[in-house]
């Protein structure tokens, strides 16, 4: 079973017959700098689908939407060309302090969790013998509530990302193994 479908990491290259430098062009001019943004009723208005910037053969870039996402992907990328078709290798993952966020609120409820099941088992006779409370479920709804958002706002945005990324550069995707 690959694991990897289950995490909010996304590692991937794209192949295309563009040059180097014609990808960091159409990188570039897809992509806006991080404090160049309108204001129009306490909104942004953004020019372009991305914001972020090309330093070199690597680039970082955010989608811009109008909406929130948390879990919105941070993207990077590095730009290679050795013989052959330019690869462009691309890491997709949430902010860190989604990441810090999620790892504190799965591993507390993971816990609880654990906590609930342990019980159960060394007191297995006294809760059939009392009933079993539905309060002990809400640690895996969370749990479960958790995973479940993660994956799918992650996930989405990622797919549409890579769909952009895929048409702008005219490539391939490749999924990397692991």
């Known amino acids: 079973m690959n694991f990897s479908n289950l995490l909010p990491f996304e590692k991937y290259v794209l192949a ?8 960091l ?16 009723s306490f909104r942004r208005i953004y020019t372009k689908p991305y914001r972020g910037a090309v330093s070199g053969l690597t680039f ?11 879990f919105l992907p941070v993207i ?12 462009v290798l691309i890491t997709m993952r949430p902010s860190a302090f989604v990441l810090v966020f999620m790892a504190f609120w799965l591993g507390m409820t993971g816990l609880v969790c654990i906590g609930i099941i342990v019980a159960g088992i060394a007191q297995s006779r006294q809760i059939l013998h009392n009933g079993f409370s539905p309060a002990f479920i809400i640690p895996f709804v ?6 479940g958002l993660t994956l799918f706002a992650f996930k989405s945005e990622s797919n549409e990302s890579k769909g952009f990324l895929a048409d702008l550069l005219k490539a391939k995707n490749n999924q990397l193994p692991g």
């Open 16 to 23: 295309t017959d563009l040059s180097v430098e014609e990808v």
């Open 60 to 70: 970082r870039m955010i989608r811009n939407i109008n909406y929130r996402n948390s």
């Open 25 to 40: 062009k159409r990188l570039t001019g897809c992509m806006q700098s991080e404090s160049n943004y309108s204001w129009s």
């Open 76 to 87: 990077r990328g590095r730009v290679t060309s050795l013989s052959g078709p330019t690869e």
């Open 142 to 147: 969370m749990f479960a509530f958790g995973s």
